[in-house]
């Protein structure tokens, strides 16, 4: 460095070439001025543009997915699919934590059994003609001795609704209806007891049950394994399960059981949650749930909430995207919640279990659920907040709606408009698909494309294959709109 020159950190070349002319007027100060002014509104300007642009890019990464419909139509069990396939390794960890809900599924069915029986031996007084016939049923001796020997499950659905719901959130189970366990009910109302008085249990979305599984299935604060679960950790339920499993095979098998349903209409094997056709399974000592039973449990959603996953391997070369889904629940009094999420969403999945023509919605039983899918369907095709979502329909519940008809119920008896056409599965589905597609047409504010699918979503294949097609189509979409396709 020369001598008598700058010291290097202070000296810059460029300020030789900035510095403003040795005879510059004042004028040519003030528009020079002026000018360097502008010059960094300018590019603060750009700036800030890049940056925004910076954060559009990083939201762009993200898709947004919500799952619509009314109660039991199956978006709790989409969103696990999608757990499944694409968050495998966080899905398979999480199974043993589902043997809680599925242990509470199969106690509720015996409850099922139970509600049905005490109805027979003390009908309601004022029950009209319809039950005067069961009252002259007498009950065979042996379903009194099961029903005693089995009352040790009042405890365990106690145990299990304390151990999913922790106490501060006991409003998180809904108060209606009584027990078919009453004869054994003490008189008490302890709070063990009025959950145990509880129709459906509920929780709120998010991990707050899973983490309360959690702990409750570790000894000496070791964490459970999938490799050692179940042999070697305590479990009460489980305990009692097992040793009541015979039992709850012979009540489920009986003929007398059988026909009191029968009359009752009660088909419980197409209710949620029914597992008493692998009691042998489910309550064996070292039971692990399967992803099959995961699918199939039944846990009440209440509330709304966004969960997430990154796209593991098996996403492909949408790995590292992240998919946001929101969860929602879907009884009348839970919908008010849904209008927030309609906001920067890209796509909806609409679920309209179809199955249920013949059925009541259990929040307000003078509702047809058939009918209350397809208004909650036009209110959705025509949201102006919504007109530019893609909306993908899935007609779910097909493998019930299925055996519905094979077993001869007449959809044309609940659905005039269906006529004489044929009554099967085939002609059914094509059915509501064309009703269905008729008014996303007629209300949607905008044209849009109809994707409609007809889906059994507990049914892992065919659903696998159904989730990829829509997977793409969002994804499609999604890039199309942030212009990077
Ligand atoms: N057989 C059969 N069962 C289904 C199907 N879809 C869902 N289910 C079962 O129906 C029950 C209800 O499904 P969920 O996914 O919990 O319903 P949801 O829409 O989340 O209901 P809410 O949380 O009350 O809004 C679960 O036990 C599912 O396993 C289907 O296509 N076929
Ligand atoms: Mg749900």
Known sequence: ?????????????????????????????????????????????????????????????????LLLGQSESGKSTTLRHFQRLYTPTAFREERILWRGVIQLNVVRSVRTIMDALSNVRRPPVDSGGEDSDDDAIHIPHEIDLLRMRLTPLRHIEALLIAKLIPPSQDDAASFHGGSSFSAYQSRRSTSAERLWRTQEVFVRPGATWKGALAKSTRRDGRPISLGDTGMTTRDEAQEVLHSCSDDIMSLWDNKFVREVLRRRKIRLEELPGFFLNDVDRVTALNYIPSDDDVLRARLKT????????????????????????????????????????????????????????????????????????????????????????????????????????????????????????????????????????????????????????????????????????????????????????
Not at 40 to 46: D, F, K, L, V
């Open 1 to 65: 460095m020369p001598s008598g020159s700058k010291p290097q950190l202070e000296y810059d070349p460029l300020d030789e070439l900035l510095k403003p002319p040795p005879n510059e007027t004042e004028e040519d100060r003030l528009i020079r001025l002026a000018q360097e002014a502008e010059a960094r509104r300018i590019s603060h300007q750009i700036d800030e543009s890049i940056k925004v642009e910076r954060q559009q890019q990083k939201k762009k990464s993200v898709v947004r997915l």
């Open 302 to 485: 209440v509330g709304v909430s966004e969960y997430r996953c990154e796209m593991e391997a098996a996403a492909g070369r949408e790995q590292g995207t992240e998919w946001r889904i929101v969860d929602v629940g879907g009884s009348r009094s839970q919908r008010a919640t849904w209008v927030p999420f309609f906001d920067d969403v890209d796509a909806i999945i609409f679920l309209a279990p179809i199955s249920g023509f013949d059925q009541v919605l259990a929040e307000d039983r003078s509702v047809n659920r058939l009918e209350d899918s397809v208004l909650l369907w036009k209110a959705v095709c025509s949201n102006k907040l919504l007109a530019n979502v893609d909306l993908v329909l899935f007609l779910n519940k097909c493998d019930i709606l299925d055996a519905k008809l094979d077993s001869g119920i007449r959809l044309a008896k609940y659905v005039r408009s269906y006529g004489d056409r044929q009554n099967d599965l085939d002609t059914a589905s094509k059915y509501f698909r064309s009703k269905f597609s008729a008014i996303h047409r007629e209300y949607s504010p905008l044209p849009r494309k109809f994707y409609g699918f007809c889906t059994s979503v507990t049914d892992t294949t065919t659903t696998a294959g159904i989730l990829a097609s829509v997977r793409d189509m969002v994804v499609r979409r999604h890039l199309k709109q942030s212009k990077l396709l």
